[in-house]
C-alpha cells in the first residue's frame, strides 16, 4: 500500500498527466464518482452539504455534486471563495453545477450558516495543500463542520491536517471518515492527523501503477506478514536451537528495565537469556528473574557497568546468537567504554536501545563501518540527541528524518512514537497496532525484549523489527478492554504476549 507525503502526492497527479496523458477533469470526475458512491451508500436518502474550497479538493466536492444529482440524492454546495478564484478543472464542474440547477451558496460565511437541516456534511475546504496555520476564516468553516452532528466525511484528508506529518496547525476537521483520493497520504496514518481522519477508505482514481515506482513511499506493516513469519516451533526444538539472547542492562535504581526487557524476551520464544548486570544489583534481579539467568560482573562501586567486566562480557559475545544493549542502563559516563566495547566487538545482530543510544551520540558514524546486523531504537528525543537534529525538525517531517537517519547510521532504525516508524535500506515503514495507553514506563523494555527475542531466534533484523513493533502494539490491543488507556503498565503487555503469538502460530486451531 503506497502512502505519500504532500510533496509526492502533487507529483503524482503532475507524472499522471504529463507521462500518462490522464487528465486532471478526468482524475476529478472519477473522485467525484467514488466519493459519491460511498456517500450514496450511508446516506439513505438524506440532505448533504457539500463545504468546497477553491482548489482541487474543492474541486472534487463539486464533481462528487453532479454525480449526487446524477443519482437523484439531494445535495447543497457551499463555497466560501467566489466562482472566479476556483482552479480550472474546479470551473468545469461548478458550470455542471450550475446548469443542473444544484442549490449553491456562493462566498458564503460560516457564521451565517446552519447546517441542522443536513444529513452529512463533506469536508472538501482546503485538502492535501495545507501547510502553515489555518488562516481564521477557514477556522470558522472548521468549526462549522466540528459542530455538525451528523455524519461527517473528508475528501482526501480532513481540512487543518498537514498531509505530510498529520500536524495540526490551528484547527482541523473531526471526520467520521475520511475517503482518500486514490491512495493514502501520511498525516492519515500518523498522530494526531490519524486521530482526526475517522475510518479511512482509499476511493480509486485510475492512477496507473507504474506512476508510482520512482516514489520511496511508505508502507503499513501488513498482518500477512505476521502470519507468515510466526509458525509453530520445530518438533524436535531444543533451548540452544530456540536462540541466545544477551542482554546488557540495569544499574542501581533501574533494575525493573532490565527484568522486563528480559521477561518479555522469554515469552516471545527465546530459548536462553541471560542478562550482564552491575554485581552490586545482581541480587535483585535474581529475586525478579526465574527462566532468565543473570550474569554479574564488577562495576564501579556506584551500581553501573564499567570497562574492568570488559573482559568476562567478551566470553559471552561469542556465546549468544544475537545481543541487546540498552535497557536501564544508565548514563553514567562509565558507561561510554562499556557500551562502545560491546559494540565494536559484537558479531552477532545487535540491538541499540535506551541508554544505550544515548551513549552514542558522537559515534553514530561508527555503526556504519560493522558488518553485522544493526537495530537503532530511539523515541524522538533521542533520535534527536544522536543524530543532532532539531526536534521541531523531526516531528516537521518523521517520515524523511527515519529515512536519513538510517542511511546515515547504515543501521534500521525504529523511531518510536504514538505511530512507530521504521526506517531499512530506502523503505519506511508504519505501524498501526497499539494505542495511547502504551505511553508508560518500561513499555519500550518490553518491545526492547520481544525484538531482541526474535533476532535471536534467527529471524533477520528487518523481520525483527516489523515483527516487534507489531506484536507489541497487538498486546495492547488484546488488553484495552479490560485495561482501558490508564491503566496499562509495562508488565501486562508480557502476559499477554503468549496468546498473541499464539494467535498467528495455531491460527484455526488456537482456541
Known sequence: MTILSAKESKEVDILTMEKYNILGIELMENAGQAL????????????????????????????????????????????????????????????????????????????????NHLDIVVDGLLGIGISGKVRSEYGEWIELINNFEGEKISIDIPSGINATNGDISGSAVKANKTVAMGFLKQGLVIQPGKFFAGKVEIAELGYPKEVFKDFCGVNIINESFVYDCIKPTEVDTYKQKQGKLLIVAGSRGFTGAAILSANAAMRTGAGLVLVVVPKSVNDTMEKNLIEPITFPVEDNGKGFLDESGNAEIKEKLDWCDAILIGPGLGVDQDLHKVVKFVIDKSTKPILIDADAITHMSNDIKLLKKKKNQIILTPHYGEASRIFNVDLKEIRKDPFSFVRNAAEKSGSIVVLKGASTLIAMEDKVLINKTGHQGLATAGTGDVLAGIMGSFLCQGFSAKEASKLAVFIHGKCADKLLGKKGYRGLIASDLIDVIPSVLANYELGEFYG
Open 36 to 115: 459519491a458512491e460511498k456517500i450514496a451508500s450511508i446516506s439513505e436518502g438524506g440532505a448533504i452539504g457539500i463545504i468546497c474550497g477553491k482548489g482541487n479538493n474543492g474541486g472534487d466536492g463539486l464533481a462528487c455534486g453532479v454525480k449526487l444529482k446524477e443519482m437523484g440524492l439531494y445535495c447543497e454546495l457551499f463555497l466560501p471563495t467566489s466562482a472566479a478564484l476556483l482552479s480550472n478543472d474546479s470551473k468545469y464542474f461548478y458550470s455542471i453545477c450550475l446548469r443542473l440547477g444544484i442549490p449553491m451558496k456562493l462566498e458564503a460565511s460560516a457564521k451565517d450558516l446552519n447546517l
